[in-house]
């Protein structure tokens, strides 16, 4: 797994929904449970083996690394990262200590016969390795945001569709049960039409690298945390956004360099409704855990909502005010993405979703820096 100082600086991994402080033995932990419950079905077999590279060890990675006891077909043949002491540490976890190892993504890509590539290297450099990546027609799992500049995206898009490979983003909190729950309350009908979204990304700030601290290689808040709940605005709701105005800055905390810490997005909905999503690094040391996420959709016949230490609650017309507690059980995006290129299944997270949210979060991070209201 990689350094606990990377981890802490994003919502890593499936655990970090829990409510409460977590420690990197609470990491794992929470990993193993989301495991053991993928484990009462069984593994996951594919018509095949599976050959795997990675490229990076930053974000999300353990969303690779922590299904693969339920996937025996599944091998990581080989890593790869310029940083060496990263790559040391990667080859530390029981399924990367015999992989080969390159500096350079390139000689791997040229020397490997790979089925599938993760990608998890710094943001700005993301959309170079997918395009070399699907160039030489390999499936892609890569780190969220996909590209941090508009060409680049339009660049990735082509050249998914024209070499007719697949790709999916790692954008794990789709697959939580307490968002799972929120998008079966909607899809049930029970709080009517959704007129109304609000939302919030809240964390501590300790531990950031050094990629993280520029803008050429992070790209901004608004893209790299607000694509977390941009994605389950959309995705809960059942609407799409068609404006946004924004704005973003760092106050105080000069250690983190260009990343700001305090940002707001303001969306006009698609059917006239609002719907907005708070950002911030100003969550104290001292605070329960390192994040606080938190999802309200308010529609025409009631609200539900979830926030760590409240749950899941709904209130609707003709209902009282409740907490949730039939959840559907964890998903992995991992899972999902290979069930989806092995098995045929209709993938949770398609292909157009990874590129309209993308789309929407630079469209807002656009609308901070031009300090006007975009169409998107």
């Excluded at 992989?99 to 993760?118: F, K, P, S, T």
């Excluded at 059980?329 to 045929?344: A, H, N, Q």
Aim: charged share 25%; hydrophobic share 40%; aromatic share 6%.
């Amino acid at each position: 797994m990689g350094a606990h100082h990377a981890i802490v600086w994003d919502n890593f991994g499936m655990s970090q929904m829990k409510a409460r402080s977590m420690t990197r033995r609470e990491v794992l932990a929470g990993a193993s449970a989301a495991l053991a419950a993928h484990a009462e079905s069984g593994p996951v077999r594919l018509p095949k083996k599976i050959r795997v590279g990675m490229i990076g060890f930053d974000g999300h990675y353990s969303e690779i690394l922590d299904p693969l006891p339920l996937l025996p077909d599944v091998e990581v043949v080989a890593i790869a990262d310029s940083d060496a002491a990263k790559m040391a540490r990667a080859a530390q976890h029981p399924k990367l200590a015999t992989v080969r190892q390159y500096r350079e993504y390139g000689e791997m890509l040229a020397r490997e016969a790979l089925d599938l590539v993760a990608v998890n290297n710094n943001n700005g450099e993301r959309a170079s390795a997918v395009l070399a990546c699907t160039d030489k027609k390999l499936n892609v799992i890569a780190e969220k945001p996909l590209a941090i500049e508009r060409g680049d995206l339009e660049r990735v898009r082509k050249s998914v569709t024209r070499n007719g490979v697949k790709l999916s983003m790692l954008l794990p909190m789709r697959f939580s049960p307490p968002y799972l729950a929120l998008k079966r309350i909607v899809d049930s009908g029970e709080i009517g039409e959704v007129a109304q979204i609000g939302a919030q990304k809240s964390y501590k700030v300790a531990g950031a690298p050094e990629w993280r601290k520029r803008r050429a290689t992070y790209g901004g808040t608004i893209p790299w945390v607000g694509i977390h709940m941009v994605d389950l605005m959309l995705w809960t709701s059942g609407r799409d956004f068609k404006e946004v105005a924004s704005f973003q800055t760092r106050i105080g905390f000069p250690e983190i360099g260009d990343a700001e810490n305090s940002a707001a997005s303001l969306f006009r909905m698609d059917n006239g409704g609002a719907a907005t999503l708070r950002m911030d690094y100003l969550r104290p040391e001292t605070a329960p855990s390192h994040g606080d996420d938190r999802l309200r959709l308010a529609g025409t016949k009631g609200i539900a909502e979830y926030y760590n230490t409240g749950g899941v609650t709904l209130v609707s017309v003709g209902r009282k005010l409740e907490q949730i507690r039939d959840l559907p059980p964890e998903g992995s995006v991992f899972v999902d993405f290979l069930e989806s290129v092995y098995l045929g299944k209709t993938p949770a997270l398609s292909m157009a979703e990874i590129c309209r949210v993308t789309e929407v979060v630079l469209g807002a991070r656009e609308a901070a820096e031009q300090g006007r209201i975009l169409n998107i």
